[in-house]
């Protein structure tokens, strides 16, 4: 009798492959109804965006729910908020503000949740400051989420300050309709009086 030829994959069973599978929950389910595993897309979304390559799974157990990530984003969690709208919000200043310093690439998650990190992100949140906002100047680049919705209305910006610069040029209906989209996405035009 011969034996059945085992297939290579890159992901190790079925119940990752049912893990996986719902990353795309996060195209239509709102932030706050977000779970660890709606966390974790966003977090290998952000991070095929930034290196241009999949995040690295460690798949060190046969479960997803007892991983190396999961555990990551249920530490992060239980020291920043389990709000799943902070949550994100933290992810994305992690890649605004960590990554670029970063003096090589990042392979893992757990840069995010080291207590040097998470600490002064918290501080600031609980002063009622906005993280993402502490440390924006003219030459602070926009997210990519921004830059999108820059672009498809037909405006070219990669900083606060190019987009501070455009908005003393341009104040018509198609560049009022961009920020409206640009604010509802989360975007605070109060930066741009303040970066002049």
């Known amino acids: 009798?011969?034996?059945?030829?085992?297939?290579?994959?890159?992901?190790?069973?079925?119940?990752?492959?049912k893990f996986?599978?719902?990353?795309?929950?996060?195209?239509?389910?709102?932030?706050?109804?977000?779970?660890?595993?709606?966390?974790?897309?966003?977090?290998?979304?952000?991070?095929?965006?930034?290196?241009?390559?999949?995040?690295?799974?460690?798949?060190?157990?046969q479960s997803p729910s007892k991983c190396f990530e999961v555990w990551q984003i249920s530490s992060l969690s239980s020291k920043l908020s389990s709000n799943p709208v902070?949550?994100?919000?933290?992810?994305?200043?992690?890649?605004?503000?960590?990554?670029?310093?970063?003096?090589?690439?990042?392979t893992s998650i757990s840069f995010m949740t080291k207590d040097e990190v998470v600490n002064?992100?918290?501080?600031?949140?609980?002063?009622?400051?906005?993280?993402?906002?502490?440390?924006?100047?003219?030459?602070t680049l926009l997210p990519e989420t921004?830059?999108?919705?820059?672009r498809n209305n037909g405006f070219n910006a990669a900083t606060y300050g190019d987009l501070a610069f455009l908005s003393q040029m341009y104040q018509d209906e198609r560049w009022l309709q961009m920020f409206q989209q640009l604010t509802s996405s989360g975007f605070n035009q109060q930066l741009?009086?303040?970066i002049v």
């Open 86 to 106: 902070i949550l994100k919000e933290y992810i994305d200043w992690a890649f605004e503000t960590l990554i670029p310093k970063a003096k090589r690439k990042l």
């Open 192 to 194: 741009l009086i303040e």
């Open 120 to 139: 002064p992100y918290k501080m600031l949140l609980l002063s009622g400051k906005n993280p993402r906002q502490a440390n924006i100047t003219r030459t």
């Open 20 to 61: 996986f599978a719902r990353f795309e929950e996060i195209k239509t389910l709102p932030v706050e109804q977000w779970k660890v595993v709606h966390l974790l897309a966003y977090f290998c979304q952000k991070y095929r965006q930034t290196y241009q390559t999949e995040y690295a799974w460690k798949f060190n157990h």
């Open 146 to 150: 921004f830059v999108a919705i820059i």
């Open 1 to 17: 009798m011969k034996e059945p030829e085992i297939e290579l994959s890159t992901i190790p069973n079925d119940k990752y492959k």
